[in-house]
């Protein structure tokens, strides 16, 4: 008998760590929160966040459990976040402290460079990041919704349809109407159901249901489909335009609090301003997680910056006035913490002088309470760092590009282009050539075939017909878009990196550990972010792998499709610094982008047009009429046209010369912008060194030599101020001519 109950004990004993590894593993075994929050595609039930955090923190190898986000008392926001603590499976911290409420109809723009823990944020609220404490609340009638990185793939249904899958109200209004509609088709005319039916067509139109099919319309165009795309399956399109897809899908919801992480990485310039301008007229709240400037500008105005593991919010603030408010509030913050200090060490060095004195000891007893008052009341701990530091700037050093033999490195002639022989090629008859020295931008709208003459460039889609010639030396580098996407997530970051630079019959396998880690290091993937696995990093510390793999490895042809997507304002700027001084006249560059601000910096010497399935290239730089047609082209029908057959006309031949003084200019365009705030500043020194002389010669009176020698300086100033004046006139007439 005793043996039995021991077992039962056991048994019991076992069943009991059973359930307790089974709640740290696996959250489908949790039980449900009473009020879980309506998710749109994913509506999660599970426990405060609390409730499994000793179970979790017990094991150092367990996997996040899948939270949700508990619905509660809101004090009248959409969501507030109160308390918050993240941190990693490996108990580092991500965020702490973090208090914040989205009250209706505000649009925050959430900034912070990769890694900080943006999307961290978004995964507490969404419940796919365990909450260490804190409460993160949503009001109890709110919906939110959130893009899914699995976009819609394995979906059967047309794109129309998975676009109108989640307009909740209207599908339900309509399944009510079809129902009672087909029961009066059956036979049953009683007033109860012809009362029910009439009730069911009002509540119909008054969701919108009559207008559902040209809403849908609408933002599928927006989004840059076709009419005739819409009854296509969603299997028929790749990857980037399923997230558009779900992307449309996630819009006509109509969330109360709308979520968005990185939404404009899969789209065209045209898309790119739709999004914009309708987030910008969104009535309900939003969280934009975006490094996209223009985005953030045009339709957000908030913005919560992560910094420091906290988050420092800028209320009724758009992108730009942003920054200048983050500048004050540093210098703000560093001033009064300079004058406190000041401060006490002045009270503290009437203790030191007077402390001892019996006449003076009760004044400086005063001045005892008067620092310790200072040091409770915080004003003597130094500025929180998210509010006084600098956004660190990452660099990229490209290694020197081989030397290739003769001008030209990659030769495509009478090249048809396409996925399929038996379908009609996406680019027709194309003869491209790229010479040594040559920067290429491709530009043409979404859908045109800039990515698969990419493709063929690179050797990976074979021709339909034609040749593709390389240079003996051809050396290519590549960075795609999807790039950080495809690393090996088991695979720690540094042994990739190291992998790709050593590898190949172009390796070098003298790269040591050291200069891997020097690069990446560049790039803000410092410490122990080398030695994580892939999995680990975010994912824009992915893409910072993957450029550290693309920047190891000389090269003399770069071609880089769409290298901004996934990547921070700071690392786009660093990567377009270093193309615009790359190449010199052995390397060349060819780019697909959409990024404005990263195309102009990087000083094209070709465009190229892809349109229609062909391609014409002129040689000039990118100039902001470039942009219009751009969009222009993006659109469909005949107003594509408008003013863009000239792009189409044959290039004109300049002579040495032309070209020669079309590069000076290129350059000083380039570098002016910097050069004449250099001059501004130089100018404004000038002016206030003459009218130092100006005041000097007043007090100098009768003083014939010190006036001499002051009128002296005084007309060397001046001639300078009239030098840096010509030259300020000049580049503004260089800037003026190259944007024609």
Known sequence: MASTRSILQLAAIFALALADYAAGFAPIMQPAAKNPVHINSHSRTAPSPRAYHTNLASSATAPPATL??????????????????????????ILRSINFRVDPKERWGIVGPNGCGKSTLLGAITGSVRIDDGDALVAPKVKVGYLKQTAVSGSTKTVREEAASEMEEINVAKKAMDRLETQIAGGDS?????????????????????TQDQDVDQVLKGLGFQPSDSDRLCSDFSGGWQMRIALARLLLSQPDLLLLDEPSNHLDSSARDWLATYLSKYQGSILLVSHDVSLLTKSVNSIAEVSGQTLIQYVSCNYDKYLEEKEFRAKSALAEYERNMNEAARLQAYVDKWGASATKASSAQSRVKAIERMRQEGKLDPPPMGVTEKRWRPSLVLPDPPKGIGEELLVLKGADIGWSKEETPTLEDIDLTINRGMKLILRGSNGAGKSTLLAALRGKLLLLSGKRIENEQLRLGVFTQDLAQELDVSARAMDLVLDYARGGTTGDITISNQDARGVMGRLGLGDEKPLRKVGALSGGEKARVALSMFALKPSNLLLLDEPSNHLDVECIEALGDSLSSWGGKDGSVVVVSHDRAFCESVGFTHVGTVKDGFLVVEERGLNARDWDIYDIASTSGDASMNGASDILSPAVELTPEEKAEQDRKRKLAFNAPKRIKKIEDLIEQAEMKIAEYDEGMMKVGSDVEKLMEMTERKTKEEANVASLMEEWEMLEEVVAEMSE
């Open 68 to 93: 949700g986000v508990t619905k509660g008392d809101t004090k009248g926001a959409n969501l507030l976040l109160t308390d918050l603590h993240i941190s990693t499976g490996g108990g580092n911290q």
């Open 190 to 210: 009683s007033e109860k159901t012809l009362n029910d039916l009439a009730n069911a067509q009002a509540r119909f139109e008054d969701v919108g249901g009559w």
